[in-house]
């Protein structure tokens, strides 16, 4: 049912005539009052500016503007009419005895809802037009309200996707970024029209990218959400920090899928603890098991080693199981040693702490092992003799050193040419490497002595290095897999911590931090 014949009828319609010709104004009122259907009441002005005035208190429904008036034109009229909101108060239709269609255009623009020839009018044709008029112009006040409404709610929506925590992003059916907030922006430091396929190739770590792929083909063929865990490069810095990424298709009535909405949330600190909670308690049950067969094989061994050099003590010089006991002695004597790097794993071996002279350790521990390097390979020492004292147990620190310089020609490869780089600095040790680098339950931040041993060599990945710290985990084929959980063990034990950077083909960084002595601690600049 048209508007027009749903008007309230509580009321006349009210129509303000603006014509400077009194007989124009009086055959427009008997034209409406002929009407049948609709009831009109009116008001009167002879001039655009009487009219105006008229109509910001009387507030018609409709007027009926002549454009050849006194004052101004009917299209200047039509501009002053709109005031300060810039739109029209009522529908208005403009009337002249002249003009044509240039004129009518000029008019319908400027915002009249209807353009009549006076000599076209009758009381069959202006309340129509009127009552059309009236309905034409609330069908655009409804449609600029909705507008309007759909503006503010998109500005909201923007507001509220500016202002969660969250990375927040739409794509296409393709996976093509197009739009992203403020906040994905920034991280990845891409722009819109580089995302390409959700911006992937450019933010992923290298070790992430095929299941990542995998997981948004199936997404992507079966329609269902896209969820995955996965490292995201962050452009202020270049590091990768894993995020919580999941998307939910956006589909037609018909069940196709035409957009996708994500969101990235990052979840770095939460991997973190989980990590280091697992890490904790891997630690606690492999060094309870450890340091249990540890203490019971130092039982045996003390059976057998007493056993085996009272039998030799026992028979004659040149009886012909001397040798025999020897080996016994010299096997019991390497499974002490083993024992000994078992408990020092587990944190239960006996460790005199003392302030030590990491420098002299250093050069003593090189040079003990220079020999059994390969001339293709190159040791270099860098060590600073103002490197202040450190608490650790001088023996088990040296042969620290040892394992990890050995450890640093077998990454090289025999036969192959390279450089081991072993250095002493004084670094600021914060609440982020103390997490991250497997330090004691009593560690605190501040300046520590860092013991750096890098090679050259092959280098490993994510998995090798998450596991090189496991009791008997070897990538050698004749490999006990002790060494390096002995040094990790130790230094743990004596409130330290291990940082290791690899990266395959590109070679490793061991870096052992050791606390200072508490009553000496110097007061230096950050180095790294």
């Given amino acids: ?7 309230p009828s509580d009321r006349p319609i009210r129509v303000l005539i603006i014509d400077d010709n009194r007989l124009d104004r009086r055959l427009y009122k008997q ?18 500016i009487a009219g105006i005035e008229i109509a910001k208190t009387w507030l018609p429904d409709c007027t009926l503007l002549d454009f050849n008036l006194p004052d101004i034109d009917g299209i200047e009229a039509l501009t002053r009419l709109r005031g300060d909101p810039n739109r029209l108060p009522c529908a208005t239709v403009m009337l002249t005895a002249y003009g044509g269609e240039e004129l009518a255009v000029r008019a319908m ?3 009249a809802s209807d353009y009549l020839p006076k000599g076209h009018l009758s009381a069959d044709t202006l309340p129509h037009a009127v009552m059309n008029a009236i309905e034409r112009f609330q069908l655009q006040q409804q449609i600029a309200q909705q507008q309007s409404a759909l503006a503010i709610g998109e500005r909201r929506h923007r507001i509220l996707l500016e202002a969660i925590p969250q990375m927040v992003w739409s794509a296409n059916a393709e996976g093509r970024v197009e739009y992203a907030n403020r906040r994905w922006l920034e991280y990845t430091g891409l722009a819109v029209e580089e995302a390409a396929l959700l911006g992937w190739d450019r933010l992923l770590h290298p070790e992430d990218v095929e299941r990542t792929n995998s997981a948004w083909n199936r997404a992507t063929e079966s329609g269902a959400t896209f969820e995955i865990e996965h490292r995201l490069r962050r452009s202020s810095d270049g590091s990768y920090r894993w995020h919580l990424v999941r998307a939910v298709p956006l589909r037609t009535s018909t069940g196709e899928v035409t957009n996708w909405l994500g969101t990235c949330t990052e979840i770095e600190d939460q991997k973190r603890a989980e990590n280091a909670t697992l ?19 130092n039982n045996l061994l003390v059976c057998v080693l007493g056993g085996a050099s009272c039998a030799m003590q026992s028979l004659p010089a040149a009886h012909p199981a001397q040798e025999m006991l020897r080996q016994v002695l010299l096997a019991g004597e390497r499974l002490a040693e083993l024992t000994r790097r078992m408990l020092a794993y587990a944190g239960k071996g006996y460790f005199r702490v003392e302030p030590t002279n990491v420098d002299q350790l250093v050069r003593d521990a090189c040079e003990s092992v220079r020999a059994s390097i390969p001339e293709t390979v190159r040791l270099e020492i860098r060590s600073s003799p103002a490197v202040p004292p450190v608490k650790t147990d001088s023996t088990h620190m040296r042969q620290a050193i040892v394992d990890l310089v050995l450890n640093a020609v077998e990454a090289i490869g025999e036969g192959s040419s390279g450089r081991i780089s072993v250095h002493t600095a004084v670094v600021d040790i914060g609440e982020e490497s103390i997490r991250t680098s497997g330090f004691g339950p009593a560690a605190i931040t501040g300046k520590y002595v860092a013991l750096e041993v890098r090679d050259t060599g092959c280098g490993m990945d994510e998995e090798t290095r998450n596991k090189i710290f496991d009791p ?4 050698k084929f004749m490999g006990r897999g002790l060494g390096l959980a002995a040094v990790h063990g130790f230094v743990r034990s004596t409130g330290g ?11 490793s960084r ?3 931090l050791l606390p200072i002595v508490a009553a000496e601690r110097p007061s230096l600049g950050k180095c790294g």
Wanted: net charge negative.
């Fill in 1 to 7: 049912m048209p508007l027009c014949e749903t008007m």
């Fill in 31 to 48: 034209c409406l009052q002929n009407s049948a259907v609709w009831e009109f009441e009116f008001a009167e002005a002879d001039s655009a």
């Fill in 109 to 111: 623009k400027a915002g």
């Fill in 279 to 297: 890490e904790e308690q891997k630690l606690k049950g492999i060094g309870r098991l450890a340091g249990g067969v540890a203490h019971d094989f």
């Fill in 472 to 475: 008997f985990f070897t990538t």
């Fill in 497 to 507: 911590g291990v940082q290791v950077d690899s990266t395959p083909g590109e070679g």
């Fill in 510 to 512: 061991f870096r052992v």
